[in-house]
């Protein structure tokens, strides 16, 4: 992991080597590469002793060519204005790749959320929400979760807004509760998704991922979640892990038993079944079939990517491979299959909770899971397209072809105002 790597610099990295295969003018592509507006702003939280504690926090609008503004809240110590402006572009393109009617935003707060107690967190979450409510709205803006966030601090968010502005719109955030207007799957929308690509990606490849061994890198929602799936299809689980470190059994793990595991300890080590411990770094580079980094950005930078002896990696986090160790793997015939498409899971059912809310109809888990389904091999089928008939290094560049031409058509059509 690297801290040297200005994630925004790697968005616009990649937009740029998309725009070559592209038919667009140069400041066609400028505005594609920066935000339409980011706010920033100070919380200051009252704490449980009574003193207060000033929190920074932003909200990135990226672009809104092709819907309103779409993409989650993270709570990390590491988030800043570079980190909310890449993951902001990151979901334009992400919208785009599977063809759903959003733009891209994103927001977080800079706060270690296990150092704050439940209330605090709920003031905090409250005071984010109402610096928020200008920004957004359900035909404006819509938050959903993201790396330390879930249904709770959605549900305070949509209630702290429905009583500002004294209405009901569920719509205005996606991932609550279902009894607050949640969809049916999608806490487990993400990886689902990445179970879908990883799929497709052996089947296109002409490989059996029911044979396939797999190493997961972080086991919260996305890569849990993704586990498990894969692990129904037959795949073997050798090796996971979180921030406490790898545990790996070359027999396979029963991914459920790891994620009851961790929900107990707090952490995937100590599993029984476990014969070894090892770092993240060494999980990174184990020799498997299948390689999923589902932690945060930055994971794999160019001298960790000279190491991977995966064949495929499918990304589900948001950004896990610098643009230099994208050259890497390219170079060594490693597959990389997209975050842009791999993690798409998440916001598509988020669409799906928005159509309900917006309908006040509910979707049994059934129809979210096949629609989901369709959305993404048929996102899949497009990203083959540019691969096969366009001249492009990798699978990442193909997709962001795919996304960006669609976003630059909704621009032309809109034309230019003054
Ligand atoms: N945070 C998720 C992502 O990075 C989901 C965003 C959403 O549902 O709007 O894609």
């Not at 002793?49 to 672009?63: H, I, K, L």
């Not at 888990?365 to 691969?387: G, H, M, S």
């Amino acid at each position: 992991m690297t801290n040297e790597v200005n994630p925004f610099e790697s968005l616009q990295e990649q937009i740029d080597d998309a725009a070559a295969f592209l038919d667009a003018r140069p400041d066609e592509i400028e505005r594609l590469k920066y935000p339409e507006r980011v706010l920033e702003t100070n919380l200051t939280v009252e704490l449980d002793d009574g003193s207060t504690e000033v929190f920074r926090a932003y909200r990135s609008q990226f672009n809104g060519d092709r819907g309103p503004y779409k993409g989650g809240i993270r709570y990390h110590p590491g988030v800043d204005s570079a980190e909310v402006k890449a993951l902001s572009g990151w979901m334009v393109y992400k919208c785009a790749a599977v063809g759903i009617p959003y733009g891209g935003g994103k927001g977080g707060i800079a706060v270690n959320p296990n150092d704050l107690s439940e209330s605090e967190l709920e003031r905090l979450t409250r005071a984010f929400a109402t610096e928020l409510r200008p920004f957004i709205g359900a035909d404006r803006d819509i938050p959903a979760p993201d790396v330390n966030t879930g249904q709770r601090e959605m549900n305070w968010i949509k209630d702290t807004y429905e009583t500002l502005e004294n209405t009901t719109e569920p719509g205005v955030i996606t991932g609550k509760a279902i009894e607050s207007g949640g969809s049916a799957g999608r806490v487990e929308a993400t990886g689902r998704s990445v179970m879908l690509v990883s799929r497709e990606a052996f089947d296109y490849l002409g490989w059996d991922i029911s044979e396939a061994t797999v190493a997961i890198q972080g086991y919260g929602n996305a890569g849990s979640v993704a586990a498990a799936l894969l692990d129904d299809l037959g795949a073997n689980i050798v090796a996971v892990s979180d921030s406490s470190g790898a545990i790996h059994n070359p027999d396979g793990m029963d991914a459920s038993a790891v994620k009851d595991h961790k929900l107990e300890t707090g952490t995937v080590s100590g599993y029984e079944e476990a014969t070894e411990s090892m770092t993240n770094e060494d999980l990174l580079t184990m020799d498997v079939d299948l390689l999923v980094p589902a932690a945060l950005e930055n994971a794999i930078d160019e001298r960790l990517a000279r190491e991977v002896s995966a064949d495929i990696i499918v990304e589900a986090a948001n950004g896990p491979l610098t643009p230099n160790a994208d050259e890497v793997l390219a170079d060594s015939d490693v597959h990389v299959f997209p975050d842009i498409l791999a993690n798409a899971g998440g916001v598509t059912v988020s669409y799906f909770e928005w159509v309900q809310n917006r309908q006040r109809f509910h979707w049994t888990e059934q129809r979210v899971n096949d629609e989901l389904e369709r959305i993404i091999t048929e996102a899949f089928e497009d990203l083959v397209d540019v691969y096969e008939s366009a001249d492009v290094p990798n699978f990442r560049t193909a997709m962001y072809v795919v996304a960006i031409r669609r976003v630059l058509q909704s621009a032309r059509e809109s034309g230019v105002w003054a």
